[in-house]
């Protein structure tokens, strides 16, 4: 079974500009995490998509935004870029989202905001 | 404080000797933990993952719970260079699919 795949894998972007990735979750999960990795901060929640639902949201603004497809594939959206929106983005998914299920990494998205 | 602490290391341990990871968390309602193990540049895979008291064992590798201390151990018996690797402890609080990672702990496995 293939993995969560993530797209495009590195992003240079400046600021104000905005960006969109992707994540596709494994075969036959609905749920589909999103985090962001800095040295800093370590990993942090952004939300969570199940049937196209927002259902969990962390403690980021709201230039971060997310959204699924009927598919289960996932993007977000990070607006009016940032120096410290530089990170890498992980998704991850799981089969429902439910609690004590296993989420599955992806490679991550490595963004650089010039 | 932190809602999940790790000691940031570098852990040392000579190969063939025992690591262990401690992380502690701040949320009596956690239900679940996950060790992930994460090399430089790379994403997080999961090593173990724990919801009961006690000890559970896969392989080379022990979990520990203690939700009355509210820690949870990792140990890793017989260590190998290629444990080389930072290990996150995640806490899955009172949110589903929302987990609350430590910083990790950086893991030198010296030959």
């Known amino acids: 079974k293939a993995g969560v795949t993530q797209t495009p894998r590195y992003l240079i972007k400046t600021r104000g500009q905005q960006v969109t990735l992707s994540c596709s979750p494994i075969?036959?999960?609905?749920?589909v995490s999103w985090y962001q990795q800095t040295p800093g901060q370590g990993l942090q929640f952004l939300f969570e998509?199940?049937?196209?639902?927002?259902?969990n949201k962390g403690n980021f603004p709201g230039r971060f935004s997310g959204r699924q497809f009927s598919n289960s594939r996932s993007e977000m959206n990070v607006s009016t870029l940032e120096l410290g929106d530089s990170a890498l983005y992980l998704c991850?998914?799981?089969?429902?989202?439910?609690?004590?299920?296993?989420?599955?990494f992806g490679p991550g998205t490595r963004l650089l905001v010039l | 404080q932190k809602e999940v602490e790790q000691n940031s290391g570098p852990l040392s341990v000579p190969e063939g000797a025992i690591a262990s990871l401690n992380c502690t968390y701040s949320?009596?309602?956690?239900?679940?933990f996950f060790w992930y193990r994460q090399y430089s540049g790379k994403s997080p895979e999961l090593i173990m993952f724990?919801?009961?008291?006690g000890d559970k064992e896969d392989g080379r590798f022990t979990a520990q719970l203690n939700k009355a201390s509210q820690y949870v151990s990792l140990l890793i018996r017989d260590s190998q260079p290629s444990d080389s690797a930072t290990y996150l402890c995640?806490?899955?609080?009172?949110?589903?699919?929302?987990?609350?990672f430590g910083t990790g702990t950086r893991l030198q496995v010296t030959l």
């Open positions: 991850a998914s799981s089969l429902a989202g439910a609690y004590q299920e296993t989420q599955y």
């Open positions: 075969s036959g999960h609905r749920s």
């Open positions: 998509y199940f049937s196209e639902t927002q259902r």
């Open positions: 949320d009596r309602g956690s239900q679940s």
């Open positions: 724990i919801y009961s008291n």
């Open positions: 995640a806490v899955e609080t009172g949110t589903a699919s929302k987990l609350t």
